[in-house]
């Protein structure tokens, strides 16, 4: 069996290359959806089928552990895919989302305002907030939308991407710690530190996943046992074009990535 990696785009190359660099011997299926991205601006009922499709691709793959790196679908479909669909479908498939170990990371030096920065149906969903209220019920969240900033990386375009960094850092200067709360938001990660005073620990995903999932497998050992580990990394899209190669080639230095036969 082995893991797998979807996305809504191609945002969540970063956090597979994050997984491979603390596990290269694993062997990973990643899928990006990018026929249909943005996922940030389609409803709720869309993600939802848009991500079913999506683990039932990544399970005919022989995939027994996926990994929803998308926020915005970990926040919309991840509790029905635990609670009903993977049960039903595929009980011996586990399915875990990003957004709990990011609120884990994001209380750890015990913040006591926190913002988020996500997509409009991350957003909208306030599973940030949910979640970190549990941990910490005093806490002080501020929650920003910024629908512009996954085109902008999806079109390769920084310099617009870097001008917005500046508008929505404006929104967040008097907090502790700044969650980024999509998984394409790593590769804008320096404009935040930057911007922002050296006070706010800017929480990006690629850089607490990889260790996330060595901690998960070493204490789900059951799991363990059964993945693969040939190193085999295989890289697939809904839909491919010139422009997406290349975004996956800024991402991922030396990446061989397929579209999917439909």
Same mark, same amino acid.
């Given at each position: 069996m082995k893991i797998g990696v979807f996305d809504s785009g191609l945002g969540g190359l970063v956090v597979t290359k994050a997984f491979i660099m603390a596990m290269p011997e694993y062997d990973y299926v990643y899928y990006g959806d990018t026929e249909h991205l943005p996922? !940030?601006?389609?409803?709720? !009922?869309?993600?939802?089928?848009?991500t079913i499709e999506?683990?039932?691709?990544?399970?005919s793959q022989k995939c027994g552990l996926i990994i929803i790196a998308c926020n915005t679908a970990t926040s919309i479909a991840l509790r029905y895919l635990q609670q009903r669909f993977i049960p039903a479908y595929a009980p011996d498939v586990k399915v875990l989302g990003v957004v709990i170990?990011?609120?884990?990371?994001? $209380?750890?030096?015990n913040a006591v305002r926190v913002g988020v920065l996500a997509t409009n149906a991350t957003i909208r969903s306030h599973i940030y907030r949910e979640e970190l209220l549990k941990i910490?019920?005093?806490?002080?969240?501020?929650?920003v939308a910024a629908p512009e900033l996954v085109p902008a990386i999806e079109s390769n375009d920084f310099t617009a991407a870097e001008q917005l960094c500046?508008?929505?850092?404006?929104?967040?200067s008097d907090i502790d710690s700044l969650?980024? !709360?999509?998984?394409?938001?790593? $590769? $804008?990660?320096?404009?935040?530190?930057h911007i922002l005073p050296s006070s706010i620990r800017v929480i990006s995903q690629d850089e607490l996943m990889g260790a996330k999932l060595k901690d998960y497998l070493e204490r789900h050992i059951e799991i363990d046992i059964a993945l693969s580990r040939r190193a085999e990394h295989k890289f697939l899209v809904s839909s491919l074009n010139e422009h997406y190669r290349k975004v996956a080639e800024m991402m991922f230095e030396k990446i061989d990535i397929e579209a999917v036969e439909k």
């Open positions: 996922y !940030g601006e389609k409803t709720s !009922g869309q993600i939802l089928s848009y999506a683990m039932k691709f990544l399970i170990p990011t609120v884990e990371e994001a $209380l750890a030096d910490k019920p005093d806490l002080e969240i501020k929650e500046a508008k929505y850092a404006k929104e967040f969650i980024l !709360g999509c998984t394409h938001y790593p $590769l $804008l990660k320096n404009y935040f530190r």
